[in-house]
């Protein structure tokens, strides 16, 4: 197996090089696929693109303890599923990594490990539901404690796939089209001890009943949400399209939602009670009520009788005449 660091000034086959920048660009070209086998070690900057690399395995960037001095590391639309453990071992001064537009379905717990001076990290449409436990323990590592940026961005994200936000050195976090519904009070606690972090949470859809309350609160009263005005309900459907922020105090109120159930149970009950009350107040007075039925009914019957008696004057000519 060849290595993948030569120590010559030659550019790799299918790759254009910039010597000045330490920019080496390797896009698909002639079929040419997975990592160039020959990168210079005078490379800086390597962006490798639409490769089909499947897999990272440990090393993925050096051999025989042979170090780049790279420093940027663009591994966007290469179909990666895979990053095994220290597959980047040997990048200590690498500053960025985009991995964003792969496919990620396995994630080690130990894929940055080694990255120390790592400061930004793309993530964004690149984690399968099935990596997302693997993602937050991968992002649990020690060696992202200089994280200053973290984007992960159209993943299908439930949650913050972080345990602890105070173990990095993080400024902004983009959580921009996922599926979170809304963020627990754990998560908000953190973000107001951490508050030079920059939250970024567009297009999720935030579920706007009291469990939203701690977010809610957050949201009005931090300044660290940057689209705060972009931030809308998707639930309940009353609420749909109006941003959090313009809600009010008692619509995610958990006491409020509470009691008006309770209320609605109570109203229910009192008009329980007082069908039963009525049943046994007609049940109890059962001969009087009869009796009353009875005598209604008797002065109907007399009542017709005396209509029938009219009836039978006004038609009889007889009668009519000897009235006359």
């Not at 020959?38 to 050096?62: E, K, M, V, Y």
């Not at 972080?162 to 908000?188: A, K, P, Q, T, W």
Request: glycine letters at 6%; hydrophobic letters at 35%.
């Amino acid at each position: 197996m060849s290595s993948p660091v030569r120590t010559d000034d030659a550019c790799p086959s299918s790759c254009s090089c910039a010597r000045d920048s330490g920019t080496v660009t390797c896009l698909p070209d002639g079929g040419q696929t997975d990592r160039p086998s020959d990168i210079p070690t005078w490379t800086s900057t390597l962006i490798l693109r639409g490769r089909n690399i499947s897999t990272l395995p440990q090393g993925a960037f050096t051999v025989n303890g042979t170090e780049l001095e790279m420093v940027t590391l663009s591994l966007s639309y290469n179909g990666i599923q895979t990053i095994e453990p220290y597959a980047f071992l040997g990048l200590t001064r690498l500053h960025l990594l985009d991995l964003s537009h792969n496919q990620l379905e396995t994630i080690s717990s130990r894929a940055f490990h080694g990255l120390t001076e790592l400061r930004s990290l793309f993530l964004n449409y690149s984690v399968s539901p099935d990596a997302t436990a693997q993602l937050s323990s991968a992002l649990s590592a020690q060696s992202l404690r200089k994280l200053h940026r973290l984007e992960l961005a159209g993943n299908r994200l439930k949650s913050i796939p972080m345990e602890r936000l105070d173990m990095y050195n993080l400024h902004f976090l983009v959580l921009i089209n996922n599926s979170i519904e809304y963020i627990g009070r754990e998560n908000i606690s953190s973000l107001y001890q951490q508050r030079r972090i920059r939250v970024y949470l567009a297009l999720n859809p935030f579920r706007c009943n009291c469990e939203l309350e701690v977010f809610y609160y957050w949201l009005k009263n931090s300044s660290q949400c940057q689209d705060a005005e972009r931030v809308f309900c998707s639930e309940p459907e009353a609420r749909r399209g109006v941003p959090v922020e313009k809600l009010r105090g008692e619509d995610v109120d958990c006491m409020n939602e509470n009691l008006e159930a309770v209320s609605y149970v109570f109203l229910g009950i009192v008009l329980a009670l007082i069908g039963v009350v009525f049943l046994m107040v007609l049940y109890l007075n059962r001969g009087g009520i009869k009796r009353w039925l009875n005598n209604i009914r008797e002065a109907c019957r007399d009542q017709m009788e005396v209509y029938h008696y009219r009836y039978e004057q006004d038609s009889d000519p007889r009668l009519a005449n000897v009235a006359v």
